[in-house]
């Protein structure tokens, strides 16, 4: 039975499972960028994550926006370079916008990825269509808004189809931030790892709110 | 075959590195926080300066903090950007109420996480500006400034900010003046061979071992080209040729003519030998002894390297009154020190 919206607890245990889901991806993420990147975003958001599950589990939260923030600050904190500034800002963004809000339902989540889209864009001056993790962030963000009307469950499956479709366009752009700009059209063919890490944690999303 | 490198636990080299800086300073520099360094006595009231970046660059950034020249340094780890609060760590460290000043290479990772941490700082009220380093003329045109990274020139500008922040009365007084040694610093360097990751052993780019890549970046980003192996005396001329064409490309400065005075610095990227420094460093003389441009003072070292990385660079810094007067001032730290005044002064 889904989930008709989430407690502040429940958005701790959904951030969880994003932090389990990760963890076990970590070889995934590191092809993903080994082909385009340095080859550490998938080690490096592993430690961001171990870091995030030891600030998350065991601890009682009383709003919505907390286990968000408190995870963007992990993530920060243990991971470092870019991609713990960039990601860091995501979840610490988007937590910001729930500040007010006592449950996580479909609007929420539109604040959310709305306010974490903007968070990141601002910070790291990407922009869609430079094959980064906005790619994938910014049509997610995008469908939350259209669907924020609808029921959670519904509006974040379609939130993570949307991640899912912008991680697989990446493929068909060429890199001009990051590392990756370096190789120029060489970067063609191939996803931005960080892209596939939005992918990830959207479909977890999902997935623990169908649960 | 890997690198030999003498370390311990391979994910603790940064913590460790710093660790062994800060007894290196004896008493003058305390260990802060996760992974920063700061001057002992600094102070009340001074405009202060912060610098870092990832570590493995060593002696920078980390080896700058001295006596006349940075306060403190926030430590990352190994090729990347310390993370928000160890920025905040730092600048807590060095604020003594009246500003502090962050001077760092201009990477997307370390503008990021220096941003973040300057809101977590201003956030406790203290003030912070930020200029950015972007020497490297190879990494973009003069028009796009903004995508330059920052390499060897961060030791002169550094050391010059350094001695200014011991005078200065404002955080715009010295940030004004930052600027300035940012924009008459310009740097070009060549890349031999890689260094190699601490923690995998493997080289951090690769490159054809008959090849050289001119304007490359210190971590194996792409320069102008990759060309042919050449001597001393034909490669220190296209080098410094591509630092004066810099110059009168840029209308934000005037071209190195007859008469200017400059400071000249010759970088090892690591395993590049002071032997071939010196071969360098004497046809770069004689070609600025050719063009009459006075060389003011000379750095010649391995003070921004990335491990056992060969290869060299060469920094040109346009002097003016002001800036000699910074030169001028002796300055003490682990990566560069010197006595009052110059060699030939």
Known sequence: MAKESLSPNECRDMLLAVADKIIESEPILTDADRALGDGDHGI???RGM??????????????????????GMAMMSSMGGASGAVFGTLFRAGGKALAEAESL???????????????VQKRGGAKPG???????????????EEMKSESLATAIAAVAE????????????????????????????????????????????????AS | MSHKKLINDPLKVADELVEGLVEAYNGDCVHVGQRSLALKNIPDNKVALLVGGGSGHEP???????????????????????????????TQAVNKGNGVLYLYGNYAGDVMNFDIGAELAEEEDIDVRTVLIWDDVCSAPPTQKENRRGIAGLVPIVKLVGAASQSAQSLDELETFA??????????????????????GKPTFDIDPDKIGLGMGIHGEPGVAEIPMKSADELTPMMLDLIFEDYEKDEEIDALAEGDEVLLFVNSLGSTTMMELLIALRKAREILNEKGIKTYDVIVG?????QEMSGISFSLTKLDDELKKAWDLPCQSVCFSKMEGRYGG
Request: charged letters at 20%; a negative charge.
């Open chain 2, 179 to 200: 600027k300035k040694a940012v924009l008459n610093t310009r740097s070009v360097g060549v890349s031999m061979s890689p260094g190699s990751i601490p923690a995998t």
């Open chain 2, 302 to 306: 391995p003070l921004v390297t990335c």
């Open chain 2, 60 to 90: 920078i950034y980390h080896g700058l903090v001295g006596k006349n020249l940075a306060d403190g340094a926030a430590c990352g780890d190994i090729f990347a950007a310390p993370p928000p609060d160890i920025v905040l760590e730092a």
């Open chain 1, 162 to 209: 949307a991640a899912e479709a912008g991680k697989v366009a990446s493929e068909d752009l060429i890199a001009t931030m990051g590392r990756a700009k370096t190789l120029g059209e060489r970067s063609l063919g191939k996803p931005d790892a960080g892209a596939v890490s939005v992918s990830i944690i959207v479909a977890t999303m999902s997935d623990y709110v």
């Open chain 1, 105 to 119: 339902g479909a609007a929420q989540v539109a604040a959310f990825f709305t306010a974490a889209a903007e968070g």
């Open chain 1, 50 to 71: 171990k870091a995030v599950k030891e600030k998350l589990e065991g601890q009682d939260f009383d709003s919505i926006d907390k286990p968000f923030t408190t995870m």
């Open chain 1, 130 to 144: 430079d094959k980064t993790m906005v790619d994938a962030l910014v049509p997610a963000a995008e469908k939350a």
């Open chain 1, 44 to 46: 490096g958001m592993e």
